[in-house]
């Protein structure tokens, strides 16, 4: 996701102080519409934050920001946890 050339752009144009621009986004690609957010609202979350992320080069992310999404990730995977008795109704008895 981070490497998603939109997500740079969203990203870049909040650290730049760019407005959102929803016609800018008219024509894009679902994809590159979300990923664009995604780099916005992550960027945003950073600076309420107050952590500094210089990114100049798309290719190369900065480690921080590595850090911040893939330890969200990892939170993520493990609060999902598989459902007891999945598929039966609860109060379902058998028999």
Avoid at 18 to 27: I, M
Avoid at 30 to 44: F, K, S, V
Wanted: charge should be positive.
């Amino acid at each position: 996701m981070v490497l998603h050339p939109r997500f740079f752009d969203g990203f870049r144009d909040v650290l730049d102080g760019r407005p959102f621009d929803y016609r800018g986004l008219d024509g894009w690609p679902l994809l590159d519409q979300h990923r664009y957010e995604n780099g916005r609202e992550l960027a945003a979350e950073c600076r309420a934050a107050g952590i500094a992320v210089r990114w100049g080069d798309r290719t190369r992310i900065p480690r921080g920001l590595k850090d911040l999404v893939a330890g969200r990730a990892r939170r993520r995977k493990k609060a999902r946890r598989p459902l007891r008795n999945a598929g039966r109704p609860q109060g379902c008895r058998s028999g």
